[in-house]
C-alpha cells in the first residue's frame, strides 16, 4: 500500500441519509415508478429510520424485485459458453481491492524475483482459445493486468517508444520483459478463432491503450473494432463516486473517464456489460449513486445488455490485509443489491448472479431475488480466485440444468447478446452447448477432465 488509508479518507460527504420513506420507496418500486436515490437508499438499508437490515422489510423487496423479473424477462436463466482467457497479472496501478496483480517488475528479465504471476503471447493465447472453441465454447472473456509493455497497436508502439519521459505514462518496452504480451490488437485478432465472441477491454484497458497520445476512446475502440473485438465488459467500474475510488483505486480511470469511454465504446457500435463492485468502504447512498449513473448512461446509449453486481472477495487483497475493511457484503447485502438492482435499472433487461462470487447456493437464491443470468461455464478463473474466491473455475451445462431446474425455472443457452436462445429440455442429457460454431452438444470436459481440474483447484 502506497500510502495508509486512514479515517479521514473514510469521511464521506455523502451517506445513507434522505427525506424519503421506506415504505413510499417500496410503493415506487411495486408500481414500477423510476425510482431515485434516495428511494434506492431507503430499500437498499430497508429503511434509513432503523438500524441494520429489518428482514420483514428485506423480503418484501425482494419480493418486489422477483416479482419484476418475473413481469420483464419471464421464468427463463440463461447461461452461455464460455471461457476466460486473463492475457497477464503483470499491473502497477496498485488497486487496493485486487489481488490478481503482480508488480510488473518481477516480469523483467534483469530481475531477480521470481514472479508469480503470467503473461501470454499472442500466439499462446489463441492456442488456448482454440482449445476452447473445439470443445465447443463461443465467447472468450478476456481481462487482464495493464502490462507496462502492453500498446495498443504498432502505431500507438511508435509513439510510446518516443514518448521524452516512458516512465509517467508507465511504458517499458518489450524487451524489458520475459515475455511480452504484444499489443491490444494482436491480442485479440489472435483470439478471434473461428467467429468466436471476443469480450474484452474495459474502459480500464481501454485507458492505458491511449496512454501517452491524444488519441480519444472512439479511434481506440474503432481500432479494436478493426481487430476483432465483438463487445466490451463494463468492469473497472466499481464504485462510480470519485470520494470511493479515491480510497480503494487512487490510480485508476476516474467516474468520467469510465462514463466517457463506455459511451464511446457505444458510439463506435458495440454493446457492452455494466457492473458494480460493492461491499468494501462504500456504502448505501454510493451503490445507490452508481445504479443511478449506469441508468444514465443506458439511457444515453441503449447498449448495456446486462447488469452484473460483484460482491467484493476481500480474503487476499489488502483493503483486509491492512484492516481498511473487515470483510466483504453480507448475505442479506448481496440479496437487496441485485433486488434493487432489478428495480432501479429500468432500462436494463438483465441482472447476472454470479457463482463465481456468491457460489451455487447463493447464486441460485439470489435469481429468486430479481436475477435471471447466471454467467458462464468459464472454464479458468483467476481473478477471484486470487483474491480469496473458494468456488471453482468451472461450471457444465449439467450442473447449470441441475442447479436452474431445482428451482423450478427454465435453464436457456443463450449467445452474449440475447438475441440466439435455446431452451434446453432436462430430460433429454447430455447437456452440451450448441450454438457456437463447434458445439454440437457434446459436454465441454469429460468426466476425467473435470475430475483433474476438480482437484487441481482444491489444491
Ligand atoms: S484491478 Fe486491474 S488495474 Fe487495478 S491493480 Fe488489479 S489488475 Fe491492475
Redesign the pocket.
Known sequence: MERPVTEADLTFEHVPETDQSFENALAKARNGDRLTVDDAIELLTTGTDSEGIVRRRKERVLEAADRRRAEEVGEEVTFIANLNNNVT?A?????L??N??DAAHTFERETEIETAGFTKTPAESREIVADAVERGIYEVTS????HPAFALDDDHRELLETHPNPKEINYKPPEAYETSPGTYTDQIAAMSVDDVHVHSMTP?EVYHARRGTDWDYEEVYSRLKDAGLDTVPGT?AEILVEEVREVI?P??ISTDGWLEAMEAAASVGFDMTATIMYGHVENEAHRAMHLQRVRDLQDRTGAITEFVPLSFIHQNTPLFEHDVVAGGASTDEDELMIAVSRLFLDNIEHIQSSWVKYGDEHGLKLLNCGADDYMGTILSEE?TKRAGGGYGEFRSFADYVEMITSIGRVPVERSTDYETRRVIDPDEPPFGPQLGPNADGTPLLTREERETRASRSAK
Open positions: 497479472t499491473c502497477n496501478v496498485g488497486c481491492f485486487c490478481f496483480k481481462v487482464s493486468g495493464l480500464e473497472a483505486c490510480g485508476k481473478i
